[in-house]
């Protein structure tokens, strides 16, 4: 058993997907809901913007037009930051690795989710979420199977706290020829665990978390959310896949409606929270695309929210944090207690 003053003291929590280490402070949260609670109305917007660029039939950069289109949505981006014809180079003007460089190929796409201008996840159907976890899927296994593509990131940012320039529903696809570093340092820890216990990292913590059942959000039939035992961000949550699998095209249709509704049960919460549209930015961390075996991954996506104590109180990743090591106050398993509430 571990002594309960561990956890009510400064303490530090090892995060054994990335290796890094957060601090948390529970003493400092005497007062975590002094805060204001400004409840911010939902502005219930205009179904269909004309000066959006995302809405059906309307243009966007470049003379190029949407097409009417009723349900899910993909183009490559007009502004693509990695593309596909890249000279292969690689350079080093030190000679000693000090001053290396490598050409990245690599797609862009946006993935609008809906047609609606004035709707978010947390408010589309599951039947509608649905269709986007099958683009997802599609997108993961089309744009996967090219040669030079060995990671794909799907991620959504959301509200403009998070740097979203538009309120149309729509995430984004990034896929490159590296693993980038996030999912490269997943992808060494549960290889590493993996050949260690011969069981994989997410599977045995996802059994952990719930029989402990303090940091549990939702559930249902196979997927679970959680906060993190080494959360970060005030109202962070990881979702696991019950099943062990490494992607989303692997998902059959069970599974895949399954997720639609854990992600609708869980957008909801967060926007019950502080009674608004909650912004975040989450993505799916999923197998590499490299057409090597990789036992190791499990399928998961993080959820990281910005905000602390209410709509308009967000929490700083700065001083400390930037320079030293993340840290925070509220308790993972507050926070969770809290998303539990909100229904
Ligand atoms: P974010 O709001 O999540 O950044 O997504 C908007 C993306 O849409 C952004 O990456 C692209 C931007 O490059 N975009 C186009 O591809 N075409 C346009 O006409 C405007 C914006
Ligand atoms: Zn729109």
Redesign the pocket.
């Not at 981006?77 to 693509?80: P, Q, S």
């Not at 740097?163 to 538009?166: A, H, I, L, Y």
């Given at each position: 058993m571990k002594p309960t003053s561990l956890f009510e003291e400064s303490h530090r929590r090892l995060n054994p997907l990335t290796g890094d280490w957060v601090l948390v402070s529970p003493h400092r949260t005497q007062r975590p809901w002094q805060g204001q609670m400004e409840a911010k109305a939902n502005v219930a917007g205009l179904a269909y913007d004309p000066g959006c660029?995302?809405c059906p039939g309307n243009a966007?950069?470049?003379d190029?037009r949407n097409p009417s289109y009723n349900s899910t949505f993909v183009?490559t981006?007009?502004?693509?930051a990695l593309k596909p014809e890249v000279e292969a180079a690689r350079g080093d003007e030190s000679g000693r690795n000090l001053l290396l460089a490598e050409s990245e190929a690599g797609i862009?796409r946006?993935v609008c989710f809906s047609p609606r201008h004035d709707l978010t996840l947390a408010r589309m159907t599951v039947g509608e979420i649905t269709s986007v976890v099958d683009v997802w899927a599609e997108q993961y296994a089309e744009i996967g199977s090219l040669p030079y593509i060995n990671y794909v990131q799907i991620f959504?940012?959301r509200g403009e706290i998070m740097?979203?320039?538009?309120p149309h529903p729509?995430?984004?696809i990034w896929a490159n020829q590296t693993i980038p570093n996030e999912p490269g340092k997943e992808q060494e820890a549960q290889k590493a665990y993996l050949k260690k216990n011969g069981t994989c990292l997410l599977c045995d913590y996802l059994q952990l978390e719930t029989e402990i059942g303090t940091r549990m959000v939702v559930e249902n039939a196979h997927f679970v959310v959680v906060v993190p035992f080494w959360a970060v961000w005030p109202f962070e949550v990881l979702l696991l896949s019950k099943q062990h699998v490494g992607d989303l095209a692997s998902l059959d249709r069970a599974t895949r409606e399954s997720l639609a509704e854990i992600f609708k049960q869980l957008t909801t919460r967060y926007d019950n929270l502080f009674e608004m549209s909650f912004p975040y930015s989450m993505g799916f961390h999923q197998a590499p695309t490299d057409e090597i075996a990789h036992p190791e991954w499990h399928l998961h996506a993080h959820f990281y929210p910005p905000l602390l104590r209410s709509a308009t109180v967000k929490k700083f990743m700065v001083g400390y944090e930037m320079l030293a090591s993340p840290q925070r106050d509220i308790t993972p398993e507050a926070a969770a207690a809290l998303l539990r509430k909100c229904s």
């Open positions: 660029y995302l966007r950069a470049g190029v183009f981006n007009d502004f693509a862009c946006v959504e940012n740097g979203c320039s538009n729509h995430g984004q």
